[in-house]
């Protein structure tokens, strides 16, 4: 097998939908209202000890507000609504239901994704995700982060690896596409490790990855851990892992992210992870130089 991919060396999402939908898809970030169950005290207070008070959501708006605004940059363009801060299924059934259909009743929307915990997909819950996924496009984020339980209680995550299986069983039954969230470089795992978690799921029936560089933000528990329990990569050390992680990643697998987003006001650490042009400019570089592309060391 070759490189496959029209004008890159990785199956971006980006590429994804434009060929599936034939324009511009544009994802909307919305703060839909929504806790976690590790911050309200059901399963902790805190958070993950990465997660900001937005709940990784710092850029999150409204609809509307969006729409108005890339509708300018990109006037044919098309939009996904991506509930992005906190647990996005953490919610009686009657207000999810309400916020999901609302989403997608705007002109120009077609479809939303959501971004979840793995231990908030109650039955419930399934039943109104495949109500939805049968008549309109939808793909389900699951934070997984790591797959080293040492690692999953080091940063609070709150749930074990069996709850996260469960998950992805339970929306590939559905034919739901799941996208799941990994981190690079917390505290205490090497090279091998990240692998180790970006191979389990790559074993799964999932639709996507979203790999995030691990960025310490003021005001989160993370900061405990720096500088002397986290390794800062340099910007070329994270291209190289970046490309040696996506030549093991199949080609049918999306790739929805490579680096991290965090408001620089909140920024500790590194100073450079804000720069996403000059990263993937980067990773395209490397794989120029390898003569290289996602999977290819999955070749035989």
């Given at each position: 097998?070759?490189?496959i991919f029209v004008n890159s060396y990785f199956n971006s999402i980006g590429n ?285």
């Amino acid at each position: 097998m070759s490189n496959i991919f029209v004008n890159s060396y990785f199956n971006s999402i980006g590429n994804y939908l434009k060929e599936k939908f034939g324009c511009k898809i544009i994802k909307l970030s919305l703060d839909g209202g929504f806790t976690c169950p590790n911050r309200d005290g059901t399963k902790g207070i805190d958070g993950c000890i990465f997660c900001s008070s937005e709940g990784s959501g710092d850029f999150a708006s409204n609809i509307p507000d969006q729409i108005k605004l890339l509708s300018k940059k990109w006037p044919s363009g098309k939009y996904i609504a991506y509930f992005q801060s906190h647990t996005n299924t953490y919610a009686p059934i009657e207000i999810l239901r309400e916020k999901y259909y609302e989403a997608l009743s705007y002109p120009n929307v077609i479809g939303i994704a959501i971004a979840t915990r793995p231990d908030c997909l109650s039955d419930e819950v399934l039943c109104l995700l495949d109500e939805i996924n049968k008549k309109n496009f939808l793909w389900v984020e699951l934070g997984l982060q790591t797959m080293h339980e040492e690692t999953a209680n080091l940063i609070n995550r709150c749930y074990p690896l069996s709850t996260f299986d469960k998950a992805i069983e339970n929306l590939s039954r559905l034919n739901i596409k799941t996208v799941v969230h990994l981190i690079f470089g917390l505290p205490g795992e090497d090279k091998k490790q990240m692998l180790e978690s970006l191979k389990y799921v790559c074993d799964k029936n999932i639709f996507g990855i979203k790999i995030h560089l691990m960025n310490v933000l003021k005001n989160t528990k993370l900061v405990e851990f720096y500088p002397d329990k986290i390794h800062i990569p340099t910007k070329k050390e994270y291209i190289n892992l970046v490309v040696d992680a996506l030549e093991i990643v199949p080609q049918n697998i999306t790739i929805h992210r490579i680096t991290a987003d965090a408001p620089r006001h909140l920024l500790i650490a590194p100073e450079w992870s804000y720069e996403k042009r000059t990263i993937l400019n980067g990773v395209n570089k490397e794989f120029k130089e390898r003569q290289s592309y996602q999977g290819k060391r999955l070749e035989k």
